[in-house]
């Protein structure tokens, strides 16, 4: 069964820290970018990180120097380190393969 399995979330202060994973089938992992996304109620679902099979990263500004993504390609695994965390960061954080599959979501929430 492919799937894409996120977890990592919860509730942290501004300023603080989480570390996301997402366990990948290895099918749907092996040789694609992949990425994380996020959706805050009433927003549309954002890029917030990307990383190419071989390494290579990209971020938006508004989490660059931040958040890092990293992947495990022999573990199948993909995590999101978030520092410095703001409350806009509050949202619903979604792995997702470039194969064409998005993970269930995890909920992020920053506040004090």
């Given amino acids: 069964q492919v799937q894409l399995v996120e977890s990592g979330g919860g509730l942290v202060q501004p300023g603080g820290s989480l570390r996301l994973s997402c366990a990948a089938s290895r099918s749907i992992f092996s040789g694609y970018t992949m990425g994380w996304y996020r959706q805050a109620p009433g927003k549309e679902r954002e890029l917030v990180a990307q990383i190419s099979s071989g390494g290579r990263t990209s971020y938006p500004d508004s989490v660059k120097g931040r958040f890092s993504i990293s992947r495990d390609n022999l573990q199948n695994m993909l995590y999101l380190q978030m520092n410095s965390l703001k409350p806009e960061d509050t949202a619903v954080y979604y792995c997702r ?6 993970g269930q979501g995890t909920q992020v929430t920053v506040s004090s």
């Fill in 97 to 102: 393969s470039l194969a064409g599959f998005w």
